[in-house]
């Protein structure tokens, strides 16, 4: 069933408005946005309906500024904090981290330019089924309900010389040379990510007593995600979401959220927002980070709200390892008292099942750790 109201939506290119209701019964969300009548698949569930002001996070703050004046005291002090974070709900943000912000605001101005070109241009980057990279939208995506109310645009990143220039390339290779200044806005901004990334990695380390490289060893040759998120305004907030509860399966996101805000994260069973901050990044530790620590640090639900009153724009840093590292808790970690939680995988399996299997969401490394027990 198709809902279209057309009383307060801009006019559309009939050819094009009939292409996409045969394709999928959905029009696209530059033409629901003017709609309060939306459709039934990005109606959520009344258990999971938006909660649309919760109070804030009081999120701890961490200060790589002295962590990269290089300090043990410094050094100390952040991993105290980071500890404490990690053990109860994974999140935290960084702030003095010695990225420029001059580059910040070039990929948030880069997003404007690419989400807001004509759908046929954005889908010439068009992302394949089973595949996680590339434009996506609700109405081309996999799923039937429960509907994300995005577009997304998501990069490869790999740590590895042989690949130094991949996100320019991929531009140039998909959108054409016209592409070339955004390939290089988010190749220097995947950069500076990974580096930053790779830091976080060294105080990860410490604070869990594995030694300061351990986890930067790890995590050498990562093959990440970099997604630009875009949230068109919504008529209907209260019962559609940006982006559904979910913890990410990956190992940690970097993300930077706009001035308009959306980020919401449970901690004990209530809903708090996480209010945007220009100069930080928020940090959030994903399911194979937890599986990596056998459970110690934390993986946690979130999701993103969205208004109906201005788009709204995130970029998040996906870590990832690379595919063929296999992700086993140091010895450290497990005990008689702390037995292994989770299986040995590798980032390539977890891929495959939320791609191919289910959606992140809820629960995603227990329903993981089943499916690849019983594969196997
Ligand atoms: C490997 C990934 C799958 C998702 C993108 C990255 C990391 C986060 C995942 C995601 C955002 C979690 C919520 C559901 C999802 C479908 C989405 O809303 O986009 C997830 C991504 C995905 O499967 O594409
Ligand atoms: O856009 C946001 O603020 C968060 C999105 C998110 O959680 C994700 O993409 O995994
Ligand atoms: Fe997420």
């Not at 109860?88 to 990225?99: L, M, Y």
């Not at 930077?256 to 901050?277: C, F, M, R, T």
């Not at 702390?338 to 329903?367: G, I």
């Amino acid at each position: 069933m198709v809902v279209v109201s057309t009383t307060s939506s801009p006019p559309m290119d009939k050819e094009l408005a009939l292409i996409l209701y045969q394709q999928s019964n959905l029009p696209p969300l530059s033409v629901l946005q003017y709609q309060t009548n939306i459709p039934p698949q990005f109606i959520w569930p009344d258990h999971e309906k938006p909660c649309l002001n919760p109070p804030e996070l009081a999120i701890p703050s961490v200060d790589m500024g002295n962590f990269l004046a290089g300090g043990s005291l410094a050094v100390s002090k952040a991993c105290e904090v980071i500890d404490k974070a990690c053990r109860r709900n994974g999140f935290f943000q960084v702030v003095n981290h010695g990225v420029d912000a001059k580059l910040v605001a070039k990929a948030h101005e880069y997003m404007d330019l690419f989400f807001g070109m004509e759908l046929a241009e954005k889908q010439r980057a068009q992302r394949k089924l089973g595949e996680h990279c590339g434009y996506w939208s609700s109405f081309t995506g996999r799923f039937t309900s429960k509907l994300p109310w995005k577009e997304t645009l998501s990069l490869r990143y790999v740590d590895d010389k042989r690949f130094s220039n991949g996100v320019e390339e991929y531009f140039l290779n998909v959108l054409g040379e016209d592409f070339r200044p955004f390939g290089k806005v988010y190749q220097e901004y995947c950069e500076a990510m990974n580096a930053l990334a790779l830091q976080i990695m060294e105080l990860l380390g410490v604070s869990l007593g594995v030694g300061r490289l351990f986890f930067r060893d790890f995590y050498e040759g990562n093959d990440s995600i970099m997604r630009l998120s875009y949230y068109p305004p919504c008529q209907r907030p209260d019962l559609a979401l940006g982006t559904g509860p979910h913890c990410d399966p990956t190992s940690f996101t970097i993300l930077h959220q706009d001035q308009v805000g959306g980020l919401q994260v449970l901690v004990d069973e209530k809903w708090y927002s996480i209010a945007p901050n220009p100069h930080a990044f928020v940090v959030n530790i994903g399911d194979t980070f937890m599986a990596l620590t056998n459970g110690v640090y934390k993986s946690c639900l979130h999701q993103a709200v969205v208004n109906n009153r201005s788009a709204r724009k995130s970029l998040a840093f996906f870590l990832c390892p690379n595919m063929e590292k296999v992700v086993t808790p140091p010895t450290s970690l497990v005990s008689d008292k702390n037995p292994r939680l989770y299986p040995d995988f590798t980032w390539a399996n977890l891929l495959e099942f939320t791609q191919k299997v289910q959606r992140a969401e809820m629960k995603t490394l227990e329903a993981f750790s089943s499916w690849l027990q019983h594969k196997n």
